[in-house]
């Protein structure tokens, strides 16, 4: 069985710009979560989705901002692109909740 | 997260040796994850306990949880180079606002000494 997948897996953008990030899970896995790393403020959730809805999100700027497709893959996007906003961005899948997430290798994002 | 307390920070080991990771919270847990991190890379689910007492083992590494001391600690037994890495554990506190969402601990970074 494929595990979750992310592309890219590393990204180079300019402060004001715009990115996409996208996540596909394991087959039949419906949940997909998104989180933040970054070495000071650690790993951060982000937002949470299944079939499509969002159950629940992080305490992030409205730049920041996802949506799941109906084969469950996801994307999440963040506008106008700050320093701050250099991180390691992790997305999880699982069956139909948060219980035993599995996660990507993650997309590494640098904003310069 | 200050919710989530993770000790110690840091670990450096001799291979062979025993150690403990301990992490706790500041409210009652629902559900504890362990997962495990290379430098830069996704987590790896370890394990879940969900009940007070609650103790599970993967290969040589053992969580348990307790549940009245809100604490989870992870022990590793005869430890190896391949158990190098960032632990992290993940809260789940059953409530209506963290549904569906972990709250995770800031990580023990272990290094295994050959």
């Known amino acids: 069985k494929a595990g979750v997948t992310q592309t890219p897996r590393y990204l180079i953008k300019t402060r004001g710009q715009q990115v996409t990030l996208s996540c596909s899970p394991i087959s039949g896995h419906r949940s997909v979560s998104w989180y933040q790393q970054t070495p000071g403020q650690g790993l951060q959730f982000l937002f949470e989705y299944f079939s499509e809805t969002q159950r629940n999100k992080g305490n992030f700027p409205g730049r920041f901002s996802g949506r799941q497709f109906s084969n469950s893959r996801s994307e999440m996007n963040v506008s106008t692109l700050e320093l701050g906003d250099s991180a390691l961005y992790l997305c999880a899948s699982s069956l139909a909740g948060m219980y035993e997430q599995y996660f990507g290798p993650g997309t590494r994002l640098t904003v310069t | 997260s200050q919710e989530l307390e993770q000790s110690p920070q840091s670990l450096i080991v001799q291979e062979g040796k025993n150690l403990t990771i301990n992490c706790t919270s500041s409210k009652t847990l629902y559900g504890l994850y362990w997962y495990k991190q290379k430098y830069g890379e996704g987590l790896i689910f370890l394990m879940m306990l969900q009940k007070g007492g609650e103790e599970k083992s993967h290969e040589k590494i053992t969580a348990k949880l307790d549940e009245k001391k809100q604490q989870s600690s992870l022990h590793i037994t005869a430890s190896q180079p391949s158990h190098a890495g960032i632990y992290l554990c993940?809260?789940?506190?059953?409530?209506?606002?963290?549904?569906?969402?972990?709250?995770f601990g800031s990580g023990t970074r272990l290094l295994v000494r050959p």
């Open positions: 993940g809260a789940d506190w059953g409530l209506m606002d963290s549904s569906y969402k972990l709250i």
